[in-house]
DNA sequence: CCGATCCTTTTACATTTGTTAAATAATCAT
DNA sequence: ATGATTATTTAACAAATGTAAAAGGATCGG
């Protein structure tokens, strides 16, 4: 189904990295559709394979993989921000992660089909989702940098400095994983700092 | 300088990623520059604002910045990788971080100023950047997961596995730190494995 | 409210990695 | 070639993190 009248803020957010006309924002509402999804519930499972573009409109999700049976938070998705299996709709191949609400959320999905034949008569919606890659590229070279030279103490104290409400919304375990750590270690950490 | 006749093994490369027209093709040479340096010499210096696109196409360069005095190597580009610092490129801010020429290194590059009036007028350039985005992407997703839930042995297994030549190339420094790991603690588990 | 389940912390110990310093080994400039 | 510099390894100890098990807490459905 596609969207609603009410327009999203999305697209509000879309229009502030890279400004289109009132026919492709048409256009790509056109295609999109919404999806809501209760506490817990999976928007996508492991195995499938990626067709899709998902933001986040409201509420909160993650993805997340299992390592030896244990589920490890790969990111944390908050409003507006894009959240795609990136290693399958990228590649083709099935993902081996999954998209999760973590409270009730609403998301945007975008079809990857539909988009690419928008792409053809709207450069500009092309543009906007370069730019949207290039920012997401960005993220992720920060946090591989915050990884790699941070202590798990520093990238935790960072962490819920920018996001603050993270610790009431969101399960350690899931917190901890996204570190890179395990959850007892990120116990005495949070014992350590108090 | 623009680009001389002999047509760098890079713009194929480029057309496997998205077949682009010779029009299209040769308008982006006419704003490629090629660069020739020395083994160590800098490509970019930490301090400037990066306005240029790189592709290696010959050669082996890195990316670098101090942490503590200290040189940490965040990547390493082989030959038709890009190679951008993408945390100034993409945000206006001057970079924290260095290319360096790891060895007698070619380099292609593409200032962005003149590439973004490409993408004006021929779509097709827009389209290739955008998809080298999303493998840019897709790479640095997948090092992440590697540095979240791989041991430092796991890493530097996987990493010369990945890159055998990479051991005859590049000093074990340089290795250990884009591992995320300390010279000493790269040469214990090199021992181990010995 | 109650028991069951899930989440978080704590403890004790093992393993990995960091730090500092020294010893070799390799490389480079003269 | 020679000495100086740089790179790599080794050693000893400290700190951080992992593992396993147990104990509290919190939450949820009935």
Redesign the interface.
Known sequence: MSLPNATPSLFTYFNSIQKISSNAEEALKAISFLIETPKNKHVQEIGQTCRTYYFVTAGLARIYYL?DGIE?T?YFAFENDMIIR??SL??GNPSKKAIQAIEKTKLIGIPASKLEIL?NSF?EI??L??KI??????S??????S???HSAEERYIQLISDFPELLEKIPLKHIS?YL?ITQVSLSRIRANIR
């Open positions: 390592k490890v790969e990136a290693e990228f590649t792409f450069p092309e543009r989702f370069r890659m290039e920012a997401s590229y960005v992720y070279v920060n946090r591989m940098e990884l790699q030279f994983s890179g």
